[in-house]
Protein backbone atom coordinates (compact mmCIF):
# COMPACT_ATOMS: atom_id res chain seq x y z
CA UNK A 1 0.00 0.00 0.00
CA UNK A 2 1.74 3.21 -1.39
CA UNK A 3 2.15 5.94 1.19
CA UNK A 4 2.68 8.78 -0.90
CA UNK A 5 -0.10 10.14 -0.94
CA UNK A 6 -3.34 11.44 0.41
CA UNK A 7 -5.42 11.75 -2.48
CA UNK A 8 -8.88 13.07 -1.28
CA UNK A 9 -11.95 10.09 -1.95
CA UNK A 10 -13.16 10.33 -5.07
CA UNK A 11 -17.02 9.67 -5.54
CA UNK A 12 -18.97 7.53 -3.81
CA UNK A 13 -18.58 4.25 -5.06
CA UNK A 14 -22.07 3.39 -4.90
CA UNK A 15 -22.54 5.70 -7.99
CA UNK A 16 -21.03 2.81 -10.16
CA UNK A 17 -23.95 0.26 -9.33
CA UNK A 18 -26.04 -0.54 -12.45
CA UNK A 19 -29.47 -1.81 -11.76
CA UNK A 20 -29.14 -5.96 -11.19
CA UNK A 21 -30.51 -6.95 -14.69
CA UNK A 22 -28.49 -4.80 -16.71
CA UNK A 23 -25.11 -6.28 -14.69
CA UNK A 24 -26.26 -9.69 -15.69
CA UNK A 25 -26.14 -8.35 -19.22
CA UNK A 26 -22.98 -6.93 -19.25
CA UNK A 27 -21.33 -9.73 -17.27
CA UNK A 28 -22.82 -12.10 -20.27
CA UNK A 29 -21.15 -9.50 -22.93
CA UNK A 30 -18.05 -9.56 -21.39
CA UNK A 31 -17.65 -13.03 -20.85
CA UNK A 32 -18.57 -13.36 -24.90
CA UNK A 33 -15.87 -10.90 -25.48
CA UNK A 34 -13.38 -12.49 -24.07
CA UNK A 35 -14.14 -15.63 -25.15
CA UNK A 36 -14.17 -14.85 -28.80
CA UNK A 37 -10.54 -12.99 -27.87
CA UNK A 38 -7.09 -14.97 -29.45
CA UNK A 39 -4.85 -16.56 -27.44
CA UNK A 40 -2.89 -13.23 -26.84
CA UNK A 41 -4.92 -10.89 -24.26
CA UNK A 42 -3.43 -7.83 -23.68
CA UNK A 43 -1.94 -8.60 -20.74
CA UNK A 44 -0.01 -11.48 -22.09
CA UNK A 45 1.48 -8.86 -24.87
CA UNK A 46 3.21 -7.83 -21.95
CA UNK A 47 5.20 -10.63 -21.43
CA UNK A 48 5.55 -10.67 -25.30
CA UNK A 49 8.49 -8.64 -24.36
CA UNK A 50 9.68 -11.47 -21.77
CA UNK A 51 13.78 -11.24 -21.57
CA UNK A 52 15.00 -14.72 -21.23
CA UNK A 53 18.72 -14.11 -21.62
CA UNK A 54 21.17 -15.00 -18.55
CA UNK A 55 21.37 -12.30 -16.18
CA UNK A 56 24.69 -10.14 -16.79
CA UNK A 57 26.33 -9.58 -13.45
CA UNK A 58 30.58 -8.33 -12.69
CA UNK A 59 32.67 -9.82 -9.71
CA UNK A 60 32.60 -6.82 -7.30
CA UNK A 61 36.18 -7.88 -5.76
CA UNK A 62 36.08 -7.83 -1.74
CA UNK A 63 37.92 -5.65 0.12
CA UNK A 64 37.42 -3.08 2.77
CA UNK A 65 35.93 0.92 2.72
CA UNK A 66 35.09 3.44 4.49
CA UNK A 67 31.15 3.34 4.51
CA UNK A 68 29.27 6.26 5.05
CA UNK A 69 29.62 10.49 5.51
CA UNK A 70 30.80 12.77 7.27
CA UNK A 71 28.95 15.62 5.14
CA UNK A 72 26.15 14.02 4.45
CA UNK A 73 22.56 13.50 5.86
CA UNK A 74 22.53 12.38 9.56
CA UNK A 75 21.98 8.89 9.04
CA UNK A 76 25.06 8.37 6.74
CA UNK A 77 27.26 8.89 10.26
CA UNK A 78 29.38 7.61 11.64
CA UNK A 79 31.97 6.91 8.89
CA UNK A 80 33.26 3.57 9.87
CA UNK A 81 35.12 0.66 8.28
CA UNK A 82 33.53 -2.12 6.31
CA UNK A 83 34.81 -5.37 4.61
CA UNK A 84 32.70 -7.50 2.05
CA UNK A 85 33.43 -10.48 0.91
CA UNK A 86 33.96 -11.23 -2.97
CA UNK A 87 30.28 -10.94 -4.65
CA UNK A 88 28.73 -10.94 -7.90
CA UNK A 89 26.13 -7.66 -8.83
CA UNK A 90 23.69 -7.06 -11.78
CA UNK A 91 25.86 -4.88 -14.81
CA UNK A 92 22.41 -3.11 -14.62
CA UNK A 93 18.69 -2.89 -12.79
CA UNK A 94 16.60 -5.78 -13.50
CA UNK A 95 14.77 -4.86 -16.89
CA UNK A 96 11.05 -4.78 -17.46
CA UNK A 97 11.79 -7.67 -20.00
CA UNK A 98 13.97 -9.17 -17.65
CA UNK A 99 11.08 -9.55 -14.62
CA UNK A 100 7.94 -9.97 -17.61
CA UNK A 101 10.22 -13.70 -18.01
CA UNK A 102 9.91 -13.87 -14.57
CA UNK A 103 5.83 -13.87 -14.65
CA UNK A 104 5.83 -15.64 -17.84
CA UNK A 105 7.19 -18.48 -15.79
CA UNK A 106 5.75 -18.30 -12.30
CA UNK A 107 2.53 -16.13 -13.28
CA UNK A 108 3.67 -13.73 -10.30
CA UNK A 109 1.49 -10.52 -9.16
CA UNK A 110 3.36 -7.98 -8.01
CA UNK A 111 1.82 -6.06 -4.27
CA UNK A 112 1.05 -3.29 -6.63
CA UNK A 113 -1.59 -5.44 -8.59
CA UNK A 114 -3.20 -6.68 -5.65
CA UNK A 115 -5.87 -5.32 -3.27
CA UNK A 116 -4.11 -4.30 -0.09
CA UNK A 117 -5.55 -6.02 2.54
CA UNK A 118 -7.58 -3.27 5.04
CA UNK A 119 -6.93 -5.08 8.26
CA UNK A 120 -3.05 -4.04 7.73
CA UNK A 121 -4.16 -0.70 6.89
CA UNK A 122 -6.96 0.47 9.54
CA UNK A 123 -6.77 3.78 9.47
CA UNK A 124 -6.33 4.18 5.42
CA UNK A 125 -8.80 5.78 3.21
CA UNK A 126 -11.12 2.79 1.96
CA UNK A 127 -10.71 4.88 -1.16
CA UNK A 128 -7.13 4.23 -1.62
CA UNK A 129 -7.81 0.42 -0.80
CA UNK A 130 -7.30 -0.80 -4.29
CA UNK A 131 -4.40 -1.49 -6.50
CA UNK A 132 -1.93 0.74 -7.61
CA UNK A 133 0.92 2.59 -6.91
CA UNK A 134 2.46 6.13 -6.49
CA UNK A 135 3.30 7.95 -9.50
CA UNK A 136 5.79 10.71 -10.16
CA UNK A 137 3.49 13.37 -11.80
CA UNK A 138 4.78 17.33 -12.36
CA UNK A 139 3.63 19.71 -10.57
CA UNK A 140 4.48 23.44 -9.98
CA UNK A 141 4.50 22.75 -6.25
CA UNK A 142 6.97 24.46 -3.13
CA UNK A 143 9.91 21.92 -2.56
CA UNK A 144 9.23 22.30 1.10
CA UNK A 145 6.01 23.25 1.47
CA UNK A 146 3.30 24.25 2.56
CA UNK A 147 1.64 21.72 0.60
CA UNK A 148 -2.32 20.69 0.80
CA UNK A 149 -1.41 17.24 1.00
CA UNK A 150 0.35 15.07 3.47
CA UNK A 151 2.68 14.12 1.20
CA UNK A 152 4.71 16.02 -1.26
CA UNK A 153 2.25 16.99 -4.20
CA UNK A 154 4.12 15.35 -6.87
CA UNK A 155 3.25 12.41 -5.79
CA UNK A 156 0.22 10.62 -6.71
CA UNK A 157 -1.53 7.42 -5.76
CA UNK A 158 -2.94 5.97 -9.40
CA UNK A 159 -5.03 3.08 -8.80
CA UNK A 160 -3.89 0.48 -11.68
CA UNK A 161 -0.50 1.62 -12.12
CA UNK A 162 1.85 -1.30 -11.92
CA UNK A 163 5.21 -2.70 -13.40
CA UNK A 164 2.97 -3.26 -16.69
CA UNK A 165 1.29 0.28 -16.50
CA UNK A 166 4.12 2.75 -15.44
CA UNK A 167 1.83 5.61 -15.55
CA UNK A 168 -1.18 3.89 -14.76
CA UNK A 169 -4.17 2.42 -17.31
CA UNK A 170 -3.29 3.12 -20.51
CA UNK A 171 0.62 3.71 -20.14
CA UNK A 172 2.23 0.31 -21.43
CA UNK A 173 5.87 -1.59 -21.24
CA UNK A 174 5.86 -2.67 -24.48
CA UNK A 175 8.22 -0.73 -26.09
CA UNK A 176 10.15 -0.36 -22.85
CA UNK A 177 11.79 -3.81 -22.67
CA UNK A 178 15.54 -2.51 -21.73
CA UNK A 179 14.06 0.13 -19.68
CA UNK A 180 14.21 -0.55 -15.35
CA UNK A 181 11.06 -2.57 -14.03
CA UNK A 182 9.67 -0.36 -11.71
CA UNK A 183 6.64 -0.14 -8.73
CA UNK A 184 8.49 -2.65 -7.27
CA UNK A 185 8.33 -3.56 -3.62
CA UNK A 186 10.66 -5.18 -1.31
CA UNK A 187 8.52 -8.28 -1.34
CA UNK A 188 8.24 -8.31 -5.23
CA UNK A 189 11.93 -7.84 -5.59
CA UNK A 190 12.94 -10.70 -3.22
CA UNK A 191 10.37 -13.57 -5.07
CA UNK A 192 12.46 -12.72 -8.38
CA UNK A 193 15.55 -13.32 -7.09
CA UNK A 194 14.33 -16.78 -5.26
CA UNK A 195 13.46 -17.44 -9.02
CA UNK A 196 16.55 -16.17 -10.72
CA UNK A 197 18.45 -17.95 -8.04
CA UNK A 198 20.01 -14.45 -6.87
CA UNK A 199 19.95 -12.48 -4.00
CA UNK A 200 19.42 -8.53 -3.10
CA UNK A 201 22.71 -7.23 -2.06
CA UNK A 202 22.89 -5.77 1.35
CA UNK A 203 23.62 -2.10 1.61
CA UNK A 204 27.20 -2.53 2.40
CA UNK A 205 27.65 -4.44 -0.33
CA UNK A 206 25.63 -1.93 -2.81
CA UNK A 207 28.01 0.71 -1.12
CA UNK A 208 31.35 -0.97 -1.56
CA UNK A 209 30.13 -1.73 -5.40
CA UNK A 210 28.73 2.16 -6.14
CA UNK A 211 32.09 3.44 -4.96
CA UNK A 212 34.01 1.46 -7.93
CA UNK A 213 37.22 1.54 -5.97
CA UNK A 214 36.94 5.31 -5.32
CA UNK A 215 37.87 6.56 -1.98
CA UNK A 216 35.70 8.52 0.20
CA UNK A 217 34.65 10.31 -3.07
CA UNK A 218 31.55 11.88 -3.34
CA UNK A 219 30.27 10.41 -6.77
CA UNK A 220 30.40 6.33 -7.90
CA UNK A 221 32.58 8.31 -10.93
CA UNK A 222 34.67 11.35 -8.69
CA UNK A 223 33.98 14.68 -7.06
CA UNK A 224 33.02 16.53 -10.23
CA UNK A 225 29.23 17.32 -10.49
CA UNK A 226 26.99 15.73 -13.16
CA UNK A 227 27.93 17.70 -16.79
CA UNK A 228 30.37 20.29 -14.81
CA UNK A 229 32.98 18.80 -16.85
CA UNK A 230 30.87 18.04 -20.13
CA UNK A 231 29.74 14.84 -19.18
CA UNK A 232 26.78 13.20 -17.91
CA UNK A 233 27.51 9.86 -15.50
CA UNK A 234 23.81 9.21 -14.35
CA UNK A 235 20.17 9.81 -15.54
CA UNK A 236 19.06 12.42 -12.79
CA UNK A 237 17.03 15.24 -12.86
CA UNK A 238 18.01 18.98 -14.60
CA UNK A 239 15.58 22.05 -14.44
CA UNK A 240 13.08 23.09 -11.78
CA UNK A 241 11.61 20.02 -9.66
CA UNK A 242 9.64 19.32 -9.33
CA UNK A 243 8.02 20.69 -12.26
CA UNK A 244 10.22 20.76 -15.30
CA UNK A 245 12.90 18.08 -16.19
CA UNK A 246 14.82 19.38 -19.06
CA UNK A 247 16.61 16.25 -20.13
CA UNK A 248 19.96 17.83 -20.47
CA UNK A 249 21.49 14.46 -19.35
CA UNK A 250 19.79 13.23 -22.40
CA UNK A 251 17.01 11.94 -20.62
CA UNK A 252 13.46 13.26 -19.27
CA UNK A 253 12.29 10.35 -16.60
CA UNK A 254 13.51 7.14 -17.00
CA UNK A 255 16.15 5.84 -19.22
CA UNK A 256 16.91 2.31 -20.80
CA UNK A 257 19.28 0.40 -18.44
CA UNK A 258 23.22 0.76 -19.95
CA UNK A 259 22.80 4.32 -21.53
CA UNK A 260 25.23 5.94 -18.98
CA UNK A 261 29.37 4.98 -18.65
CA UNK A 262 29.82 2.32 -16.17
CA UNK A 263 31.67 3.25 -12.96
CA UNK A 264 35.16 1.86 -11.86
CA UNK A 265 33.47 -1.86 -11.30
CA UNK A 266 31.62 -2.13 -14.65
CA UNK A 267 27.81 -0.98 -12.89
CA UNK A 268 25.30 0.39 -15.19
CA UNK A 269 23.16 3.20 -13.11
CA UNK A 270 24.55 2.51 -10.09
CA UNK A 271 23.56 6.30 -9.60
CA UNK A 272 20.37 7.50 -10.48
CA UNK A 273 17.47 6.09 -13.26
CA UNK A 274 15.60 3.94 -10.40
CA UNK A 275 16.23 3.65 -6.50
CA UNK A 276 17.46 0.10 -5.96
CA UNK A 277 16.05 -1.98 -2.85
CA UNK A 278 18.73 -3.63 -0.41
CA UNK A 279 18.26 -6.80 1.68
CA UNK A 280 18.51 -5.10 4.98
CA UNK A 281 15.42 -3.06 7.29
CA UNK A 282 16.27 0.44 7.44
CA UNK A 283 17.55 1.77 11.21
CA UNK A 284 18.95 5.73 11.01
CA UNK A 285 21.29 4.73 13.76
CA UNK A 286 22.79 1.09 12.61
CA UNK A 287 26.16 2.81 11.40
CA UNK A 288 26.87 3.06 15.10
CA UNK A 289 27.01 -0.20 15.93
CA UNK A 290 27.65 -1.98 12.87
CA UNK A 291 29.70 -4.96 13.03
CA UNK A 292 32.92 -4.56 10.39
CA UNK A 293 32.52 -7.53 8.78
CA UNK A 294 29.60 -8.28 5.90
CA UNK A 295 27.25 -6.56 7.88
CA UNK A 296 23.52 -7.67 7.46
CA UNK A 297 21.54 -4.63 8.69
CA UNK A 298 19.57 -4.32 11.98
CA UNK A 299 17.78 -7.54 12.59
CA UNK A 300 14.43 -4.97 13.04
CA UNK A 301 13.93 -2.40 11.37
CA UNK A 302 12.04 0.82 12.23
CA UNK A 303 8.56 0.56 10.94
CA UNK A 304 6.95 3.23 9.08
CA UNK A 305 4.77 5.82 10.40
CA UNK A 306 2.05 6.05 8.19
CA UNK A 307 1.26 2.18 7.67
CA UNK A 308 3.46 0.26 10.28
CA UNK A 309 5.52 -1.62 7.74
CA UNK A 310 8.88 -2.20 8.18
CA UNK A 311 10.94 0.13 6.17
CA UNK A 312 13.75 -1.39 3.72
CA UNK A 313 17.03 -0.04 2.61
CA UNK A 314 16.78 1.52 -1.25
CA UNK A 315 19.85 3.05 -2.54
CA UNK A 316 21.29 5.31 -5.77
CA UNK A 317 19.07 7.52 -6.35
CA UNK A 318 16.41 8.35 -9.26
CA UNK A 319 15.58 10.04 -12.58
CA UNK A 320 13.81 12.39 -9.75
CA UNK A 321 17.31 13.28 -8.03
CA UNK A 322 17.74 17.46 -8.40
CA UNK A 323 20.56 19.05 -6.54
CA UNK A 324 18.65 21.32 -5.37
CA UNK A 325 16.44 19.09 -3.86
CA UNK A 326 17.38 15.78 -3.62
CA UNK A 327 21.24 15.11 -4.26
CA UNK A 328 20.90 11.23 -2.65
CA UNK A 329 22.41 9.93 -6.17
CA UNK A 330 25.70 9.80 -4.03
CA UNK A 331 26.88 6.68 -3.20
CA UNK A 332 27.07 7.21 0.76
CA UNK A 333 23.27 8.54 0.77
CA UNK A 334 20.46 6.10 2.42
CA UNK A 335 16.76 5.95 2.23
CA UNK A 336 14.20 3.86 2.89
CA UNK A 337 10.23 2.85 2.00
CA UNK A 338 7.78 0.70 3.58
CA UNK A 339 8.76 -3.06 2.46
CA UNK A 340 5.19 -3.02 0.67
CA UNK A 341 5.38 0.06 -1.45
CA UNK A 342 7.03 0.47 -4.68
CA UNK A 343 6.49 3.73 -7.15
CA UNK A 344 7.67 5.13 -10.13
CA UNK A 345 11.07 5.02 -9.57
CA UNK A 346 11.83 2.16 -7.72
CA UNK A 347 13.61 -1.02 -8.99
CA UNK A 348 16.18 -3.11 -7.75
CA UNK A 349 19.45 -5.80 -9.22
CA UNK A 350 20.29 -8.37 -8.56
CA UNK A 351 23.28 -10.23 -6.32
CA UNK A 352 24.85 -13.59 -5.63
CA UNK A 353 27.43 -14.74 -3.96
CA UNK A 354 30.79 -15.32 -5.97
CA1 LIG B 1 17.54 12.70 -16.78
Known amino acids: MPRLDNTPAKTGWKRWIVPGTAAVVLVVLLGVFFALQPAGTPADADLAIADDAPMETVLIPGGTFTMGSETGAEDEKPTHEVSVKPFRLGKTEVTNGQFAAFVKATGYLTTAENKPDARKYPTADPALLVPGSAVYVPVDAPLRGPWETLNPPWWKFVPGANWRHPEGPGSSIQDRKDYPVVHIAWDDAVAFCMWAKKRLPTEAEWEFAARGGLIRQKHCWGVCKQGEDGKWYANTFQGRFPLEDT ?7 LAPVGKFPVNGYGLHDISGNVWEWCRDYYDSTYYGRSPKDNPNGPDVGEGD ?12 GSYMCDDNYCGRYVPSARDQNPADSGASHTGFRVASDE
Open 305 to 316: PFSAQPLRVRRG
Open 247 to 253: GADGFVG
